[in-house]
T-cell receptor, first 114, second 115 residues
Framework: SAVISQKPSRDICQRGTSLTIQCQVDSQVTMMFWYRQQPGQSLTLIATANQGSEATYESGFVIDKFPISRPNLTFSTLTVSNMSPEDSSIYLC???????????FGPGTRLTVL | AQSVAQPEDQVNVAEGNPLTVKCTYSVSGNPYLFWYVQYPNRGLQFLLKYITGDNLVKGSYGFEAEFNKSQTSFHLKKPSALVSDSALYFCAVRDMDSSASKIIFGSGTRLSIRP
């Protein structure tokens, strides 16, 4: 497994502002991902964070709204830009080692937009 | 295309009784199958996985799951439930034969264990 931390753990933000969420893992991993989860519901993949290149976004998610960085093999950030109340959710990062199959998740960031 | 179904939104079991949380899946190739658990205000925690080999897979906290290829199922089981097992459980599937495949998560089943 891997130890994954996320900062902040929660935040309350005003409409129209941006928030950057950090994900740090304790060892080098091949893949890093960002998900969104409404409380008590399933996970939706936002994008795959690629080290040294642009992230790969899923249908319905765009770089202008959710810019992602991954400068090295242990760190990634997700920015939620120009926030609206509809962006209120839990944002989770996950990691995967090559060939492992399973992903391990961070504790999540609970975002509330007013 | 991949998909996974958890037909029960909620499962209620008395402490000490056996529990089963159901999961069925659909993939084009061979499946990777996973179970995750989420406690309140926490991230997802990996419980167990099936890739190949023995159809009965043992995982954390006394949980196990049985892979049934003919029924395309991967039900989660535990012989004797604990109140502390109360949480949200997610089944997930991935197509082993596709290098670019994503993990697809089910809708989740809330397990409630009464004392």
């Amino acid at each position: 497994s891997a130890v994954i931390s996320q900062k902040p753990s929660r935040d309350i933000c005003q409409r129209g502002t941006s928030l950057t969420i950090q994900c740090q893992v304790d060892s080098q991993v091949t893949m890093m991902f960002w998900y969104r989860q409404q409380p008590g519901q399933s996970l939706t993949l936002i994008a795959t964070a690629n080290q040294g290149s642009e992230a790969t976004y899923e249908s319905g998610f765009v770089i202008d709204k959710f810019p992602i960085s991954r400068p090295n093999l242990t760190f990634s950030t997700l920015t939620v830009s120009n926030m609206s109340p509809e962006d209120s959710s839990i944002y989770l990062c996950s990691v995967e080692r090559l060939g492992a199959g399973e992903q391990f998740f961070g504790p999540g960031t609970r975002l509330t937009v007013l | 295309a991949q998909s996974v179904a958890q037909p029960e939104d909620q499962v209620n079991v008395a402490e000490g009784n056996p529990l089963t949380v159901k999961c069925t899946y659909s993939v084009s190739g061979n499946p990777y199958l996973f179970w995750y658990v989420q406690y309140p205000n926490r991230g997802l925690q990996f419980l167990l996985k099936y890739i190949t080999g023995d159809n009965l897979v043992k995982g954390s906290y006394g949980f196990e799951a049985e892979f049934n290829k003919s029924q395309t199922s991967f039900h989660l089981k535990k012989p004797s439930a604990l109140v502390s097992d109360s949480a949200l459980y997610f089944c997930a599937v991935r197509d082993m034969d596709s290098s670019a495949s994503k993990i697809i998560f089910g809708s989740g089943t809330r397990l409630s264990i009464r004392p």
